[in-house]
């Protein structure tokens, strides 16, 4: 079970590699969002994930790789390999 400081820590990760917590897991929420309802700058996102393999993954990522980098890398190690849901917009990333 992730304790409160990995958190943190996945914080100062995202920040490393210029990006916040919260704008990498909108955008990667955004993937998925349908194109008329994408999760706009200050929108709540809620999404659960594992913060251990998180921080891994966020971790491995060099400095300023920005926030692509970490959806891409998100989605190559943590995505199921279904077909993306219909209406499914390209989010901000255009992915």
Known sequence: MPRQDDYAVLESEFRRIGTSGY???????????????????????????????????????????????????FVKEFASRRPRPPGAGPGALGA
């Open 23 to 73: 704008e990498a897991f909108r955008q990667l929420s955004n993937l998925n969002a349908p194109k008329d309802h994408q999760i706009a700058d200050g929108e709540s996102v809620n999404i659960s994930f594992d913060v251990i393999k998180t921080l891994r993954l966020v971790r491995s990522l060099p400095d300023g790789a920005g926030v692509q980098a970490f959806v891409e890398g």
